[in-house]
């Protein structure tokens, strides 16, 4: 019995410590390259968000095809990017200025709490031109989370509304982590 103990824990001991190496490279390249720049999470300056940053926001560009798009990334909650009506699929694009690696984009409707779409899809390209999906949620009222199911690296972003929702699509700012 004894033997079998100690050899458990030799055993253990190798396993244990590859797991703890690959989980501190892991957090090295998250720190690295996720990251983009190192922020707070808890930032009050930005807020009181609760998601980080990738770059600065003042570096984003966003286009698409809905009233006013850089209202959706002007820092500014009361402000908002409103879908056109009859526009089908509406869409917006933000170009982080570099390539970043996240899991998590946040939509926050902000004052058109029911400006969220029924079904929402994100898209990922590292050019602007090639996107990949990479998930489609429900929309939520207030604010919309999509956890991605896989990190992803890249610099563009594109939600695209795949069923409206009862009220106009609305975007008052963008975040991701
Ligand atoms: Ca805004």
């Known amino acids: 019995m004894r033997v079998h103990a100690a050899g458990t824990i030799l055993n253990m001991k190798p396993t244990g410590g590859i797991h703890r190496a690959a ?4 957090t090295i390249g998250v720190f690295l390259i996720g990251g983009c720049i190192d922020s707070g999470i808890y930032d009050t300056e930005e807020g009181g968000s609760l998601v980080g940053k990738l770059t600065p926001r003042e570096t984003w560009k966003v286009t698409g095809n809905i009233n006013e798009p850089d209202k959706a990334i002007d ?9 056109v009506e009859g526009v089908n699929p509406a869409w917006l694009t933000v170009d982080l200025g570099k390539q970043c690696l996240f899991n998590l984009a946040v939509i926050d409707h902000g004052r058109n709490q029911y400006g969220f779409a029924r079904r929402i899809a994100v898209y990922t390209s590292d050019d602007g031109k090639e996107f990949t999906h990479r998930h489609t949620v429900s929309g939520k009222r207030r604010v919309t989370a ?3 199911p896989h990190f992803v690296l890249a610099r563009y972003v594109r939600f695209q509304v795949v069923s409206p929702g009862d009220k106009p699509w609305s975007i008052a700012e963008l975040f991701f982590q």
């Open 146 to 148: 999509i956890l991605l």
């Open 23 to 26: 989980s501190l490279a892991v």
């Open 75 to 83: 820092g500014n909650l009361a402000t908002a990017a409103v879908n």
